[in-house]
């Protein structure tokens, strides 16, 4: 289970649940059995990874074939190519707010320094002519 808390998940058996849903269907009937053995491959998954399969494989059977041990390196891989991709978009996403923080902050010092911005300007000038009054119900031609 530490792999989960380290991996930031919102809740720590939902990562474990989602390994057994995957392994014994909530949508199909399995024996006490099945289960049993599901709980016990979820676990083993959740905890070390694809590789202990290997070494189940290898005490149950004295052997792991060539290309069950190339499937398990391959998605032990996959599983920590994917891990490495979310912290570093986790990094990024950090990273990026920080510099819009930083620049609506640079941006809100700019703008507080006592200027006036031409845009000020002009908006103060519009919200204050009188030359276009609107007086309902007529029209001014004169």
């Known amino acids: 289970l530490k792999e989960v808390v380290r991996g930031g998940s919102q809740n720590p ?7 057994l849903w995957i392994l014994v269907p909530k949508y199909r009937y399995a024996s006490g ?3 049993d053995i599901g709980v016990g491959l979820a676990a083993i998954l ?6 202990k399969l290997r070494d189940l494989f290898q005490r149950l059977f004295n052997s792991c074939g060539y290309y069950t041990n190339h499937g398990i390196i391959a998605l032990d891989t996959s ?5 490495q991709m979310f912290f570093s978009r986790k990094r990024t996403r950090k990273v990026n ?11 809100d010092d700019n703008s507080s320094d006592g200027e006036d911005d031409e845009s000020d300007g002009y908006l103060y000038s519009i919200m204050s ?3 276009d009054a609107y ?6 031609l004169d």
């Open 13 to 19: 058996n939902e990562t474990f649940h989602g390994i």
């Open 33 to 35: 059995l099945m289960i």
């Open 46 to 51: 959740y905890n070390d990874g694809y590789k």
């Open 79 to 83: 599983k920590e190519h994917d891990r």
């Open 97 to 107: 707010e920080q510099q819009r923080n930083q620049i609506f902050l640079n941006n």
């Open 129 to 131: 002519s009188d030359e």
């Open 135 to 140: 007086e309902p119900g007529g029209d001014d």
